[in-house]
């Protein structure tokens, strides 16, 4: 079979390998389409934190093309689709019913691939039927689908309440229709005005096209009652620039959802006067959980967020890099990589 293996910046490999075989409660899923990812292009851009040569890819949809001792929940022929990862339920972090901190998640990295192993856990808890009618385009949604989820799920949005969507990337644009589903007046900034014309079509009232030298905090204060700021401002670009415009979009007893990574090393300057006296709240998000990851399928599931307004253009698997390039100049949201 054909996979991605990723040795370096701007250097993904196709190589031949063995179809994987599933031990005890595992699976093996034919691929039918895999999406590209903001992760994936940083890590084709810039490097990630493992070290190469590694697998590449986790938004995967496909059939069931072999199962192992003990899998009940699955047949060969079941359309499925596999999140990433799933918690161990046993280190500290678990314990704590911090699942995304799960020091011991295993990881089903490598959805590059015409075949891919889907280790016990995931099968157990994060895998699922698709249903007759779902698209694989649709299921292979959720796992950034449920890291919108999970961020949505950890800021105090309330009927009413103006949000800030800073960045709309793919999670960026989640964030916007989820915000709009929990009843806030959306704000979505970006420099891309096509992708804010989808932002509008997702639900935000309000879209402002990001320029240089331009004051991008007074233009989404500009939109608020008495220009005091918004109640929450989402962060999803990873820049650290923006990290800090985020914060001083907020008003008085706001919240900051500090969503996008930023690069190794990175480091920001936030106003601790006003961090004090404002009463600012500011949180770091990462990843997802259990119930949020099905949280989210049901969302694909019910139509809350449909495909074709996130997955524009098709490549087969030896056009990887090129899929990825589209992916980083802005130019579509996400790219489908296909299998025969």
Known sequence: MKQAVYHGIEDVRIQETEIPVPGPGEIVVRNRVTLTCGTDVKMFMRGYRYDPPHLIGHEAAGVVHAVGEGVTRFAVGDRVVAHNTAPCHACYYCKKGNHSMCVDLPSNL???????????????????LIPEGMEFEQAALTEPLACAVYGTSQVPIELGDTVVVNGCGPIGLMFVRLAYLRGAIVIAAD???????????????????????????????????????????????????VWELAFDMVCPGGTVLFFGGTKKGTSVELDCTRFHYDQITAKGIFHTTPIHVRAAFELLRTGAIRHEDFV????????????????????VIKNAIRYP
């Open 312 to 331: 524009q253009n098709s490549y087969e698997l030896t056009d990887l890099e090129s899929a990825l390039r589209e992916h980083a100049r802005g130019d």
């Open 191 to 241: 420099v891309n005005e096509k992708r804010l014309a989808l932002a509008e079509k997702l639900g935000a009232k309000h879209t402002v096209v990001v320029r240089q030298g331009e004051n991008q905090v007074a233009a989404i204060k500009a939109l608020t009652e008495d220009e005091r700021g918004v109640d929450i401002a989402i962060e999803a670009t990873g820049l650290p620039q």
């Open 110 to 128: 490598g959805a590059y691939a015409e075949y891919q192993l889907i280790p016990a856990n995931i099968v157990r808890e994060t895998a699922f």
